[in-house]
């Protein structure tokens, strides 16, 4: 063995281990050897003369070594793959795609992987996923859905460890990623009506955000969604003002007035809008009633007319209606135009906005027409006057004959001139005057009658008797007609009228007293006779005295 000095040698692929001395039952250590790796040993012995080899040994016999395994030293080879994506559920999704560590590196046979997600920032769970079997070429891990839901908007850590049998390699980072926004967990946290600030025809709300957790992403805007009675639903889009975590007060403008409203909040980010929605009410105010009901005209008599009023839109009443206001004037009378009629106003109770009301208009006068206009009355006050009808009351017997009569009479005639009624005595269009005249000092049933026509646009007519005894009374009688039934008469209205006198038409018959040729009175004539003997059409007047003519 000459010096016991070995030389170390060493060919390729081999390991020579150099013994600076033998020494019987010596250990030798080999280092930097593979784990998980056979190795073949083999021995030689050698002799040595000046530290050279001089002779080399025969070979021992080969026996094998396996290094046992240990942990992987790298979790990968490689830069790993970070995305982020939604999927088809709106889930956010993060996919990591990874290559195995060399073979070097994995000390062993790879059984599986583990990928952890920690959130940077917030509570959120850390979610770990698990690869029971390596794939010695790539290796792809998805959070996103179930046990490996992750929240949308929220960045994570990620970390890779490789395993074998032995264990697992330390955590080695793959990088940060921002998965992609979801949609909202939740709509808010709260939904208050600001009832200070609530119009006829606006609602002011605030809305607190969802809580970080359920925000899932950056919330863009919030959607409102709200219906009423009266209008159908309607979304509005109200973008977020600020910062996302601050406080967001949106108004609801141009609503219908004294109307609840059902509103239903949803908060948004990029990925789409929360399906959990949170659900508040607010009643806008009442304001005056936006339109008048237009009545309708039932029927119509002389002095009434009857009217049905029509309910309001819901969308018009803006309140309860309490009342109607009828307003009434009249424009014309039997033909004539009133100017500056005075206006009428009556106020009719409504106990069911939702029915029409029938309402008689009472004391009206007859052949008039009239504006009849109604306007509503609310808790807000009275709305505008609706559409304004007309309505014509019946024509009826006219009250009075005329409104002014002139009457001049001569021997044997009487000229009577007639002026209209009044108009509010017409109660119609006067078509024509009906005149009577009958003697009654001296007593006659003889009566005469004229029919005089009223030409229309004329206020009067004559009517001319003749052929009449002279100073005689008479009874003058009118009526007033209508022109569309000239049997509706006014009552009679009379007065007397004299003619004037002239002379008798007609003496007395004479007698003479028989005596009278009695000597005794031979300077005296009685003269006897009879004023009744005169017939009375000849007399033409009172008798005031007799005169006797002796020829």
Known sequence: LGNGTVLSMQTTG????????????????FTGLMPNTEYNFQSRAYTMFNNTAVHRGVPSSLFRILTPMTRPSSSFSGSPSLTSSLATSKDAMIGVSFQSPSVSER???????????????????VRTATLDSANLTGNTVNFGSGDLDIVGGATY????????SAGCSDLASAGNITAVSEVPASSATNITINRTAVTSTSVEIA??????????????HYNLTFSSPLDASEIRQFDVVGNQDDMQTVILRQLEEFQTYTIMTAACTSAGCSSNVMVSSAMTLSATPTLGPVPRLVQTTSVMAELS???????????NITQYIVTLQRREVSGVGVVNALQTELRVTVTDPTDSVQYNLTALLPASQYAVNVRALNQAGEGPNGTAITITTNESVPTSSYDDLTVTAGIRNVLIQIEQPALDSRNGIIGHFQVFLQRVVPTSTNVTSQNVTLIQGSDTVEANFSSLHEHSVYSVSIQSCLLSD???????????ITTLSSGADAAPTLSFDASSNNVTFKSTVIVNFNGSSIPIDELNGIVVSYEAILT
């Open 157 to 164: 850590s990620i970390e890779i460890r490789a395993c074998t």
């Open 207 to 220: 809305i607190a955000p969802p809580s970080e957790r359920d925000r899932n992403g950056v919330i863009t």
């Open 107 to 125: 000390h062993g046979n790879l059984t599986g992987f583990a990928v952890i997600a920690t959130p940077t920032t917030g509570s959120w769970p």
């Open 486 to 496: 000239g049997n509706v008469c006014s009552p009679l209205m009379s007065s007397n």
């Open 14 to 29: 081999n390991l020579m281990h150099t013994l600076g001395s033998i020494a019987p039952n010596s250990n030798v250590e």
């Open 309 to 319: 009023i029509p309910a309001l839109p819901l969308s018009k009443r803006n309140g």
